[in-house]
């Protein structure tokens, strides 16, 4: 496997932390097309513990972004901070509201919103190498904030997400969940995932599409 992907996980469960199908389904592709991946998460406590049953705040109950995340990548993670750039060829963000949450504020504060320091830290170095990211689901929300103004993202159709998205000095793109956004010249890539998918083979479709074409980025 000579090409290596980055895959950044927000926590396990996607009200808060990552989206278990977004991830699960961008590691089977990255697999199949004989890609190796290493995953990381920052070594943070989670916003908060929803009850995936209920759906509410579990009171009383905090746990660590990077020990969930480490469930989705069966132990093989490692922190953030400790994601070297020279190491890999591409980066990819699975979306859940953890990216809202524990990435960002994006989800309280909306297009007021702050990007994790420590992710911008590890990402800024592989926008400006120009090698290629990908986001999808609400992670690409983050994009006018983490890598700057002016590229072209989707979340699929979303009024009120993709407003905020354009408030930051972002172009948001309307999609649909089977598809893909492709901003060439910043090399960007995001599709809606589970903004819009009603089924794990629409989500598939469009996260397949993802790494298909992040695949055909590292070789440009």
């Known amino acids: 496997m000579s090409k290596q992907v980055a895959v950044i996980l927000s926590g396990c469960g996607v009200q808060d932390g990552s989206e ?3 991830t699960t389904l961008t590691l089977l592709r990255l697999d199949q097309l004989g890609i190796g991946h290493r995953c990381f998460a920052p070594d943070i406590m989670q916003h908060h513990v929803i009850d995936h049953r209920s759906g509410e705040v579990v009171e009383g109950e905090a746990r660590n972004v990077l020990t ?8 093989n993670i490692a ?3 400790e ?22 504020n994006f989800a309280e504060a909306g297009s ?15 926008y400006q190498a120009r090698k290629p990211i990908g986001l999808m689901c ?11 103004p002016g590229i072209a993202v989707t979340i699929g159709h979303d009024p009120g997400v993709s407003g905020a998205i354009s408030s930051m000095g972002g172009l948001h ?7 893909i956004v492709v901003d060439f010249e910043n090399r960007v890539v995001t599709t809606p995932a589970y903004m819009l998918a009603t089924r794990i083979g629409e989500a598939a479709t469009g996260i397949f599409k993802l790494v298909e074409r992040i695949d055909e980025l590292m070789d440009l």
Do not use: T
């Not at 609400?138 to 700057?148: E, F, T």
């Not at 793109?173 to 598809?179: L, T």
């Open 68 to 75: 969930e995340s480490a469930r989705l990548a069966r132990g």
């Open 173 to 179: 793109r309307s999609c649909g969940v089977e598809d």
């Open 79 to 81: 922190p953030l901070d």
């Open 112 to 126: 007021d919103m702050e990007p994790l320091p420590e992710l911008v830290e590890a990402l800024a170095p592989f």
């Open 83 to 104: 994601l070297d750039v020279d190491e890999f060829d591409a980066v990819i963000l699975p979306g859940g509201f953890g990216a809202a949450k524990n990435l960002s």
């Open 20 to 22: 278990i199908y977004e």
């Open 138 to 148: 609400i992670a690409p929300a983050l994009v006018p904030k983490l890598l700057g």
